[in-house]
């Protein structure tokens, strides 16, 4: 299940963090800062693939100690998705999480076209994308 | 992308409604364009944001045109783009020689000097597209005979 | 390639040879060196790829206990071919030895059902050469084929001189190999293949209660072996892979619950933890452990890992291995915690260190430095990992605190390094070891410290190289925490400072605040004041810390700012965005303008960040003073009148916290754009165009507003507007600052400066721009008409307007108006003045008092404070002067040309009323100068008069037209001869006395003239009239009459003309196109007078006679002329002389028809003798055009003597020879008195006239 999502938009500032348990947030923004770094490269690597390797989901960024392995994704209009998923009781597949990520990436998508958001700001009042991320969050997957 | 028919309708109206109300000293006269062109601007990032969910990722810059000149294009005016020209500095010239927003008002020089009344909000759809795919640019228009008309898009390399 | 070839890590699969030992040994060497030469096509089972692979081996003596007993589970040491060696060519010796030999041979290798044998027949011609009975050659081949070989007969080979060198030799041996080759593998694909079998089917048991992974794992790793034997090291590789995944499986499966109990061995504490291996092919020790079902899991793991490294190094692949390690690592500490085996404290993060300097050293040893520096993306992870681990080594072992490691800590040292057991012999002598590296870095504080810092650095340096500047930040956090830690600030500073710039620049909120907590800490050990105030001021501002922290870092300004008022002359300048935000501003008057003296007001309203009210010493805003260039700009009614919007200007909020780069843009600038083509002007092209594109191209760079102003320079010495002692309120409080204008000029609104102690927080600029403009202004008088125009006559009222400016009026103060006959002030009892201020509020009225000498009009002001304005009206009245229009009246015939002329005197009379001028000067008590005003003055009325005759009677006419808006009553109208004769009488035929004449009205008046004596003299006529507004019931004061003067002259008759039509003959009425007779008859009324002494006037033998000339116009055209229109004919100079003349007319319409028109001149010929000769009347004829002429200009009553210019000129035009001229008679002289006649006129019976006479 994820632990942590996020939404980072192209000038690479936070557009929404969300982590469980609340307590150490500080410690997923900094864990999702630095992950920014593999999300550029593999972007950037990318760039030089051929077409059908160009799909927006980064795959695993990079292992980490604990059971939290981090995610990526980026949308054409290169927002990046990343995803701290706790994998200590389940093995995820990589298509559990590419599936995780378009659902993301639709309800951000919804987000652009509401009136009430204007594109740039942090999504800090939308009901619906809060509860999606809610599900992924307490979902197993 | 909703009936076109109704998207026609639904612009004239967003144009004659916008000039109303700069009658009416709403708006500043001048400022009608700009207007129209920042609706566009806003919708393009709503529109361009959900047509590419499904796409593969850009290779670059033309394949981002390339992508506006034809599933763009298609999804919101039924057509694609006649002609694409570059100069690869950053200036793209985006030909429709059946533009549909002009279709129905007339053929040839009629009405000419409303046409880019109805250009505008097509200019900032481009442009908001393009930014939200990280491209700055400034996208004008032309029109000498209708229902044909150009687009003149320009990257603001930064 | 760099990667060492690969060495066989494991001997090679063994090929027995039986027979004749000294033969084999003899032919060994050629044999193992020569098979492996050629490759050979690898056929596999289970669909498996074919593969080219070079057969090796190992060829060995025949011993019984070689060959396999019963389950043998060995690969490797499985005998896969048998050969039997012989040079037996002598059938006896054949008999007698060498096939019962080979019978036992054959027999032993049945017994072990091992089938893969070969017979090797070595032929050696040396040998034959010494026996006597040679045999064919085949024929022992033959005998060993028929003996052993049934059907196979394949199974013996014949070798030729296996030791010459000869073609012979070659192909034989060449045949030989290819045997051996395809015989070997044709073995092995046949063992492998059962073995692989057996292996699945081991594994598909591993659920059964016995099975043990540690079998299954020796099983496998043959299978492994083998492959890298044949050296397919990816097979290989696959074997490693599977048994990984398995092993991992179980793991995640025990995890979850279902234990398989052979895992549960893996879950003993771990007592050793020195890393990996990887330096030996193969770790024969850790092997064993396993095979004796001891491993532990980190043994397993390091030992699987190592063989994985192994291969893929053969393979070529190096930064897969890193890339693995790092996932080991990983997945082991996970293990271990899943499986919840007891792991002394540090113990992991020991073993991990040393495995990933392992690692690195590892792949070090086998790329050169450019491999791994265009590699450093794979290996930068365990770079930081090791560093990570060795910082957490650090701060286990007591190695960070500055006082250093307690006896506890020292225990847990040597408890850690004892797990490290003895340095293994491999890297014994290597100097940088990991296993040294550990010990040494945990054997002293300041060696921890090099080992650690090396480390950092390196990571920092290698994420920096890679541009993973996040990662490198994040690690040099850890780096400034450890620096704290051992109390050097000043390191940690940068370190911070970097982390902290790179977050602000990607706005990341609470990184931000972390680090800036960080950072605060860290300026203030290093004592840097002024930094630390303001990093908390931005702390105690930010809401992502609690409600205390933030109270906390106030509370630390507050302390700082009361404890250093000692030291009153150091200012600690702090920029103002993080304390407080000014949010607006107001000024009062709104409009932002006062007069010198006058009072300003300056509303603020400012938002403290801040948890708590914070108390000020003072708020004060520096002001920029600037005299105006432009005078203009400083005078009152400019400033008045522009307006500073409401008087309030909003400061944006600061940009926000993230860089959101679109709106930094400046917004497009489109417009529609119409292209005409040049030559009609229609449209061409019509589009939108940008017009800042200039601007948007240009490249910008991001992010600049970001970084806080840090030298923010505290303009001192400038006056400034303050409030003292104010407390601010978390949120808004507003500020009123009051100052009172001194010099004149602008003032501009720099800083706003809040200081508290020493500590003050500046906002260096205020932008928008505040200002505010202080102005002194000269007295002044103003006097103005109320109405748009002075009529002259009636009394008009006249505001005079007293700006008073930096003056004050005193009581006592007066106006001084010098007075002008023409035009008086009327003083009534009491003037009211009224006072207003300076922005037109009405301040208080006053009475003014007005006294008039002879000579002079004194109105004493009220006293009135400066800046103010004294407002009054005062009536004025001028004398009715009659306009300049002076004598020459137009006089005309009653009824004639009046038509004519009407409208072009009321087009003149419409504008242009007669103005008189007054210049008043008048004496201010506030100037030695005194003030000239001049006042214009118009009159209503425009006058003009008629003489009107009735055959010799006359009347005079005077027309009075009211030019003015307003509306007068008339009365006692009168017209006098103020001529000397007593001799004409004016009697008035004006019945009413009084006459309402309303706006753009006309009155006439009508006098009949009469006179005694013949001739009357001219007429000297003054028209007067009493007039008043019709408004005004009565006036306070008596008016002067308007008066009009003129002149008549030569105004009695002289002749009378009648023209008359009669009907054709024989009828009674005249019909529509038959000509008619026109009979016009002329009378001379009077003998000869002074008037006819002219050029016209001939005598001859006392008989007078003067030439007239007269003319038949017809304007309305009814009347067509037939024939002479006009002629000249001689009147004699006599009363009752009649001239008559007769023409031909033809009436054109039906109807009552006025008669033409018949004029007369007098016709002066050319002084000339020839003159008279000419025949007038055709030249009249042929000029009749000039004549025509002349009428018009007289019609125009324009002056005789221009008339006379007029013609000569147009004659001097027409022909060489003299013209002579017409001259109109005198006004009154001619008297026509069949003017305004009417004659009948039927139409004709003729239809299509009729139809004429219809239209």
Not at chain 3, 503 to 517: D, F, M, Q, V
Request: hydrophobic share 35%.
């Amino acid at each position: 299940m994820a632990v942590c999502v996020a939404v980072i938009a192209k000038e690479n500032y936070p557009l929404y963090i969300r982590s469980v348990p609340t307590e150490n947030e500080l410690k997923f923004h900094y864990m999702v800062h630095t992950s920014l770094d593999v999300v550029d490269e593999k972007i950037s690597a990318m760039g030089k693939a051929l077409v059908d390797q160009r799909e927006l989901y980064l795959g695993l960024l990079y292992p980490t100690e604990d059971y939290k392995k981090r995610y990526g994704y980026v949308t054409n209009s290169k927002v990046k998705f990343v995803m701290v998923v706790d994998s200590s009781n389940t093995a995820l597949r990589d298509n559990e999480i590419r599936s995780m990520f378009r659902k993301l990436h639709n309800s951000y998508t919804d987000v652009m076209c509401n009136p009430f958001y204007n594109p740039g700001d942090r999504i800090q009042s939308s009901r619906a994308f809060d509860s999606m991320v809610t599900s992924m969050m307490i979902q197993v997957c | 992308m909703a009936d076109e028919a109704l998207f026609l309708l639904l612009h004239n109206e967003m144009v004659s409604g916008v000039y109303k109300s700069a009658e009416q000293g709403e708006v500043e006269n001048g400022r009608c364009i700009t207007k129209l062109e920042n609706m566009g601007f806003r919708v393009g990032q709503g529109l361009i944001e959900r047509f590419t969910k499904d796409t593969a990722r850009f290779k670059d810059e033309l394949d981002i045109m390339k992508f506006i000149c034809k599933d763009f294009w298609t999804t919101v005016f039924k057509k694609q783009i006649d002609n694409l020209r570059t100069n690869h500095q950053g200036i793209y010239v985006l030909q429709d020689n059946k533009f549909r927003l002009l279709t129905q008002m007339s053929a040839g020089k009629q009405y000419l000097e409303h046409a880019s009344k109805y250009l505008a909000f097509t200019c900032g759809l481009i442009r908001g597209g393009l930014s939200n795919l990280g491209i700055k640019s400034i996208v004008t228009a032309e029109v000498s005979s209708m229902p044909a008309c150009k687009f003149q898009v320009m990257i603001q390399k930064s | 390639t760099p990667l060492t070839p690969p060495l066989p890590s494991v001997e090679r699969a063994p090929v027995v040879g039986a027979g004749d030992q000294n033969l084999f040994t003899s032919i060994y060497p050629t044999l193992s060196q020569q098979l492996p030469r050629e490759p050979m096509e690898w056929r596999r089972s289970y669909g498996r790829a074919p593969k080219m692979i070079h057969l090796e081996s190992n060829f060995v003596q025949f011993k019984e206990e070689l060959l396999p007993k019963e389950g043998n589970k060995a690969l490797l040491t499985f005998p896969f071919l048998h050969i039997y060696w012989t040079e037996c060519c002598d059938t006896e010796v054949y008999k007698a030895t060498v096939k019962d030999d080979l019978t036992k041979w054959q027999n032993v290798l049945k017994a072990h059902s091992s089938v893969d044998w070969l017979i090797v027949v070595v032929e050696n011609d040396a040998k034959k050469k010494n026996k006597t009975n040679i045999l064919p050659r085949t024929s022992i081949v033959d005998k060993i084929r028929n003996d052993f070989c049934n059907k196979q007969s394949d199974r013996c080979v014949v070798l030729n001189d296996p030791l010459k060198d000869s073609s012979r030799t070659q192909e034989s041996w060449n045949a030989f190999l290819t045997k051996l080759r395809t015989l070997l593998l044709m073995s092995f694909t046949k063992n492998l293949g059962k073995f692989e079998d057996d292996m699945r089917t081991l594994r598909e048991k591993r659920t059964e209660p016995g099975w043990s992974f540690c079998e299954y794992f020796m099983v496998q790793e043959e299978l492994a072996f083998v492959f890298e034997m044949l050296q397919q090291f990816e097979d290989a590789l696959v074997q490693y892979d599977e048994l990984d995944a398995l092993f991992s499986q179980y793991v995640v499966n025990f995890g979850a619950g279902d234990g398989a109990n052979w895992l549960t061995f893996f879950c003993q504490p771990v007592k050793s933890w020195n890393g990996l291996t990887l330096r030996k092919p193969i770790d024969m020790e850790k092997r064993e452990l396993i095979q004796r079902q001891e491993a532990t899991l980190l043994d397993l793991r390091s030992y699987l890992f190592a063989r994985q490294c192994t291969l893929l190094l053969f393979l070529q692949r190096p930064w897969e291995v890193a890339q693995r390690a790092l996932e080991l690592l990983h997945s082991c500490v996970q293990e271990l915690k899943l499986l919840e085996v007891s792991v002394p404290p540090g113990a992991l993060d020991c073993w991990v260190f040393l495995s990933c300097l392992e690692v690195l050293q590892r792949i070090e040893g086998c790329c050169d430095r450019a491999q791994i520096d265009s590699n450093i993306a794979h290996t930068v992870g365990l770079w930081s990992y090791a560093t990570e681990k060795l910082k957490s080594l650090g701060y286990l072992c007591g190695l960070v605190s500055e006082k250093g490691p307690n006896s506890e800590d020292l225990n847990r040292t040597v408890d850690l390094l004892a797990g490290l057991g003895a340095e293994r012999p491999e890297t014994a002598n290597t100097a940088q070891s990991p296993y040294k590296k550990l010990k040494e870095a945990l054997s002293s504080v300041e060696a921890f410290e090099k080992h650690y810092l090396d480390l950092s650095h390196a990571t920092i340096e290698m994420y920096t190289s890679i541009g993973r500047i996040r990662s490198a930040k994040f690690v040099g956090k850890d780096l400034a925490e450890f620096y704290m830690k051992k109390k050097s600030p000043q390191k940690a500073e940068t370190y911070l400072q970097g982390a902290l710039k790179n977050y602000l620049a990607e706005g990341w909120a609470l990184p931000i605040t972390h680090t800036r907590k960080q950072l605060a800490e860290c300026q203030k050990h290093l004592g840097q004041i002024e930094n630390y105030l303001q990093t908390s001021s931005l702390l105690a501002s930010d809401h992502h810390l609690t409600e205390e922290e933030r109270k906390y870092f106030c509370q630390e300004i507050l302390n700082f700012a009361s404890e250093q008022t000692d030291s009153p002359g150091h200012k600690v300048v702090l920029p103002m965005h993080s304390f407080a935000h000014l949010r607006d501003l107001r000024f009062t008057p709104s409009n932002a303008v006062v007069h010198v003296g006058g009072v300003l007001s300056v509303e603020i309203t400012v938002c403290s960040q801040m948890p708590v009210p914070v108390h000020m010493d003072q708020i004060a805003i520096s002001v920029h003073f600037s005299i105006e260039k432009n005078s203009y700009r400083k005078t009152a009614e400019w400033l008045t009148k522009h307006k500073t919007s409401n008087g309030i200007i909003n400061f944006p909020m600061e940009t926000s916290p993230f860089p959101a780069s679109q709106n930094s843009l400046p917004a497009l600038e489109l417009y529609e754009m119409f292209e005409r083509s040049p030559s009609d002007n229609s449209l061409n092209t019509t589009g939108i165009i940008c017009k800042n594109v200039h601007m948007l191209l240009r490249r910008q760079e991001s992010s600049t507003a970001l970084d806080t102003p840090s030298g923010v320079a505290l303009d001192d010495g400038a006056p400034v507007l303050k409030c003292c002692g104010v407390t601010l309120e978390p949120g808004a409080n507003t500020i009123t600052f009051r100052t009172q204008a001194k010099e004149p000029g602008t003032y501009t609104l720099r800083q706003l400066c809040a200081s508290a102690g020493p500590v003050c927080f500046v906002l260096p600029h205020l932008y928008p721009l505040a200002q505010y403009d202080v102005y002194s202004q000269e007295p002044q008088l103003h006097v103005e008409p109320l109405a748009d125009s002075l009529l002259a006559g009636i009394p008009q009222k006249v505001k005079f307007t007293v700006t008073t400016g930096h003056y004050t009026v005193k009581n006592g103060d007066s106006l001084q108006l010098s007075n002008v006959e023409a035009m008086l002030i009327l003083c009534h009892a009491e003037n009211k003045a009224v006072i207003y201020s300076n922005t037109r509020e009405k301040a208080s009225d006053a009475s003014l008092r007005v006294q008039s000498s002879d000579k002079v009009t004194s109105i004493s002001l009220p006293a009135a404070p400066a800046y103010h304005m004294i407002e009054f009206e005062l009536e004025v009245l001028s004398l009715p002067s009659a306009p300049a229009a002076g004598g020459e009246g137009e006089s005309t015939m009653l009824g004639m040309t009046e038509a004519q002329r009407k409208p072009k005197d009321t087009q003149k009379a419409d504008h242009c009323m007669a103005t008189t001028d007054h210049k008043v000067s008048i004496e201010c008590p506030w100037s030695i100068y005194s003030t000239v005003i001049a006042l214009t003055f118009s009159v209503p009325f425009r006058t003009t008069h008629a003489v009107l005759s009735a055959g010799t009677r006359k009347y005079i006419q005077v027309c009075v037209q009211n030019l003015s808006e307003l509306d007068f009553r008339l009365s006692d109208s009168d017209l006098v001869d103020t001529g000397d004769s007593t001799d004409l009488q004016l009697l008035p035929l004006n019945t009413k006395s009084q006459q309402h004449i309303c706006s753009r009205q006309s009155v006439f008046f009508v006098w009949e003239l009469t006179w005694t004596r013949e001739p009357p003299p001219s007429l000297r006529g003054r028209f007067s009239m009493e007039f008043r507004p019709a408004s005004e019931e009565r006036l306070s004061i008596s008016l002067k009459p308007y008066t009009y003067e003129f002149q008549v002259e030569n105004f009695f008759t002289l002749y009378t003309v009648k023209a008359e039509i009669l009907p054709p003959a024989g009828t009674e009425l005249c019909r529509t196109g038959s000509l008619c007779a026109l009979e016009v008859s002329i009378t001379r009324l009077s003998d000869l007078l002074e008037v006819d002494r002219d050029e016209a006037l001939t005598e001859s033998d006392e008989y007078f006679s003067t030439k007239l000339m007269y003319e038949v116009v017809d304007n309305s055209s009814n009347w067509a002329v037939c024939g002479k229109s006009s002629g000249v004919i001689s009147m004699p100079v006599v009363a009752q002389a009649t001239h008559r003349v007769h023409m031909e007319v033809m009436p054109l319409f039906a109807g009552y028809l006025p008669l033409p028109d018949v004029r007369l001149f007098k016709y002066l010929p050319h002084h000339s003798a020839h003159s008279s000769q000419l025949d007038a009347d055709s030249w009249i004829e042929n000029d009749s055009l000039s004549v025509d002429k002349h009428v018009d200009d007289q019609l125009d009553s324009s002056s005789i003597k221009s008339r006379g210019s007029v013609h000569s000129a147009a004659s001097s035009e027409h022909k060489g020879l003299p013209m002579p001229r017409l001259q109109a008679l005198p006004p009154g002289q001619v008297f026509n008195s069949s003017t305004g006649m009417q004659i009948l006129v039927i139409p004709s019976k003729d239809d299509h006239v009729l139809e004429v006479s219809v239209t």
